[in-house]
T-cell receptor
Framework: AQSVTQLDSHVSVSEGTPVLLRCNYS??????LFWYVQHPNKGLQLLLK??????LVKGINGFEAEFKKSETSFHLTKPSAHMSDAAEYFC???????????FGQGTELSVKP | NAGVTQTPKFQVLKTGQSMTLQCAQD?????MSWYRQDPGMGLRLIHY???????DQGEVPNGYNVSRSTTEDFPLRLLSAAPSQTSVYFC???????????FGSGTRLTVV
């Protein structure tokens, strides 16, 4: 069965420092993986996706994620946090050919000035 | 290009009332889904559709119905609202499995 675990419910960083949001997945086949961001009282926006091409995936707003099959991880990183990055981030795995996505519990990112 | 449009944005219902949450997309996407978002539980799939006339249940379908008579529209019906259905509901669509979803802005529903 497919599942996804976000290892931190809350991450706090200072502006200008690196961001690391951790995600582990389990899947019985090669998965499609996504990161979404949700700003307060907003809908979800796709940051980036992995679909079995390059293992290092670049997304919007300077974010990137690396697919590591041996570690079953898909961690999200950014070299330098901005105040506007404060939001909730969801790691998501695609369950099958249909519309079923499995969402992690979410990680709330706080950015301190 | 409006993307995914959800209406209404806010709604308060009394227990036992029924209503329909509307969702429309103008991107000609085949896949559409409804999720609910509750604190500490992430997003959970209610129902989904892989094309007009085809729907299936997600992980929390009880108390909800859907239909997909056109590619553009995917309404979610609450048959008899219960306080446990107080949540934020998101509709989403995507082209196919290899693409991410585009989400609507959500409907905040309160059942009293």
């Amino acid at each position: 069965a497919q599942s996804v675990t976000q290892l931190d419910s809350h991450v706090s960083v200072s502006e200008g420092t690196p961001v690391l949001l951790r995600c582990n997945y389990s899947s019985s086949y090669s998965p499609s993986l996504f990161w979404y961001v949700q700003h307060p009282n907003k809908g979800l926006q796709l940051l980036l996706k992995y679909t079995s091409a390059a293992t290092l995936v670049k997304g919007i707003n300077g974010f990137e994620a690396e697919f590591k099959k041996s570690e079953t991880s898909f961690h999200l990183t950014k070299p330098s946090a901005h105040m506007s990055d404060a939001a909730e981030y969801f790691c998501v795995v695609n369950k099958n050919q249909g519309g079923k996505l499995i969402f992690g519990q979410g990680t709330e990112l706080s950015v301190k000035p | 290009n409006a993307g995914v449009t959800q209406t209404p944005k806010f709604q308060v219902l009394k227990t036992g009332q029924s209503m329909t949450l509307q969702c429309a997309q103008d991107m000609n996407h085949e896949y559409m889904s409804w999720y609910r978002q509750d604190p500490g539980m992430g997003l959970r799939l209610i129902h989904y559709s892989v094309g007009a006339g085809i729907t299936d249940q997600g992980e929390v379908p009880n108390g909800y119905n859907v239909s997909r008579s056109t590619t553009e529209d995917f309404p979610l019906r609450l048959l008899s609202a219960a306080p446990s259905q107080t949540s934020v509901y998101f509709c989403a669509s995507r082209q196919d499995r290899n693409y991410g979803y585009t989400f609507g802005s959500g409907t905040r529903l309160t059942v009293v």
